[in-house]
């Protein structure tokens, strides 16, 4: 049988400061976006994948919430685990500190999948 794609969710929401494409984001209203850090609480629940960037403040970003990405930047191995860091930089290394918040899975060079799961706390 053939194998089927599974569909990327996306979304957009405007931006609460200036966001690169390819920085973790969470939700800091209904309505905007502002860059994800496991630090800091609450910006260590990632609402999702930024693929497009704002300058600052008020523009419409677009987001991945789930599913693939592409980008010639991604150098993770085939299901390399993937971790929000600092700043809302995805990074294959796991964090010691501030919470541990899984992005999804590597797909080898030039490829993720994003599949976001609740922040776990660490001591």
């Known amino acids: 049988p053939k194998a089927q794609s599974v569909p990327t969710v ?3 929401k405007d931006s ?3 966001i690169s494409a390819l920085q973790c984001v969470f939700l800091d209203s209904d309505t905007t976006v502002g860059v994800a850090d496991n630090n800091t609480s609450p910006k260590e629940y ?3 994948v930024a693929i ?3 300058v600052a403040a008020g523009i419409q970003v677009e987001i991945v919430n ?3 990405i592409f980008d010639a930047f991604f150098t993770f ?3 390399a685990q993937l971790y929000l860091g600092l ?3 995805i990074t294959d290394i796991p964090p010691l500190t501030g919470n541990r918040t899984i992005i999804g899975k590597g797909l080898g060079i030039g490829s993720i999948f994003v599949n ?3 922040p776990i706390q660490l001591i």
């Open 87 to 89: 700043s809302g930089v």
């Open 52 to 54: 497009s960037s704002a």
């Open 66 to 68: 789930y599913g693939q």
């Open 46 to 48: 990632v609402f999702g």
């Open 10 to 12: 996306k979304s957009f």
């Open 116 to 118: 976001i799961t609740e």
């Open 16 to 18: 609460s400061e200036a």
């Open 77 to 79: 191995g085939a299901n």
